[in-house]
């Protein structure tokens, strides 16, 4: 290493150390359960057939992925749906994600008959996702880590290829996400529009529609819309909660966000004023999430988290992970550790 060289990585460690260190973080995907393969597979619609227990031994086998097109249904547009067990036999604790690909044109994913993702809107009111990679969390109750899962995934195909049509299909984990001790992602309640009353915990949003977290909306039923719109999460929590001090991770948001837990706010990424027309935003859909929670705000028993959104163009919402309530001391150990790797790599990787 000559001269020159170490000055600039001093240089570089002098102006981490003064600005602080961003708090971007790459993503590292890690599989733990490969899927790609031959899957059962019919064609037509019937929602029994993301029962568990359902009977699909005179299926077709087909490859995926590829489009059902090369696998000998040439022609065919419409509704099908595939079908895929597996044992999962791990310990672990971390959140696992089931990864899809991209698939043409909508989809509904439910393991062992319990929906976990969705991306696009079936007819009447059909809009494609045929461009939305597939990425589902899958909520720790569902899996069953010791004995046999089930996949079952209804697809509705306007025109052209067809089907689970491309990407590299399985189970996967986040090798570098802070795992939270309570996860929130999957689905939560969603109205698009405008109202402070929306915060409140006795708010009754049982007519709003459920929305998959993390994930764009667009890609969700709500193409093209630019605006406000409100999520809003129940979660019941132990009666030792107050044991800990916590936070409110909520990932990456496109654009401005206010979060509130029982009606009280506890953090925000930029201005959000009430005109739309004030909203300025930039770079603010890249910084992540991680909001300090006040001592008393959280309660044993339900709790309701509301988040209010902005976004001015292009896609939007809550749209990467992690989503869930993490404690300070393993929020900030992480971060340290993090902001030390990072430094590490830009040294000897430079």
Not at 94 to 109: K, P
Not at 124 to 149: C, D, H, M, S, V
Request: charged share 25%; with cysteine.
């Amino acid at each position: 290493m000559n001269r020159e060289s170490i000055k600039y990585k001093l240089l570089i460690i002098c102006l981490l150390l003064i600005t602080g260190f961003s708090n971007s973080h790459g993503e590292d995907w890690e599989r733990v359960l490969r899927l790609n393969g031959y899957w059962r597979f019919s064609i037509g619609d019937d929602i029994n057939w993301a029962k568990p227990n359902y009977n699909d031994a005179d299926w077709e086998e087909i490859k995926v992925p590829s489009t059902w097109e090369n696998e000998g249904f040439y022609g065919y547009n419409g509704y099908a749906w595939y079908r895929k067990s597996f044992i999962l036999d791990t310990k672990s604790n971390r959140t696992f994600y089931l990864q899809l690909g991209f698939i043409d044109d909508v989809d509904e994913v439910y393991l062992n008959g319990k929906l976990i993702g969705f991306s696009g809107s079936f007819p009447p009111n059909f809009e494609t996702a045929y461009n939305a990679f597939r990425r589902y969390p899958i909520a720790p109750e569902l899996l069953n880590r010791y004995g046999k899962n089930v996949i079952a995934v209804r697809v509705y195909d306007s025109q052209l290829g067809g089907g689970i049509v491309s990407g590299d299909i399985g189970v996967y984990v986040r090798a570098d996400l802070l795992d939270p001790q309570y996860n929130m992602e999957g689905k939560w309640k969603f109205r698009t529009g405008d109202n402070k009353s929306w915060k409140e915990i006795n708010y009754d949003d049982s007519n709003w529609n459920d929305l998959m977290v993390p994930g764009v909306w667009e890609t969700q039923g709500y193409k093209d819309y630019d605006g406000f719109a409100w999520y809003r999460k129940t979660i019941n929590l132990p009666s030792n909660i107050s044991k800990d001090k916590y936070i409110l991770m909520l990932g990456k948001i496109d654009d401005l966000d206010e979060a509130y837990i029982n009606g009280q706010l506890v953090g925000k990424t930029g201005r959000m004023y009430d005109d739309a027309s004030r909203n300025f935003f930039d770079q603010e859909w890249q910084e992540f999430r991680g909001y300090y929670i006040s001592a008393g705000v959280l309660k044993p028993g339900k709790n309701v988290i509301a988040v209010r959104v902005y976004d001015g163009y292009n896609y939007g919402g809550i749209h990467e992970g992690p989503i869930g309530l993490v404690t300070q001391k393993k929020y900030s150990d992480f971060w340290r550790k993090s902001k030390r790797k990072n430094i590490w790599e830009i040294l000897f990787n430079n």
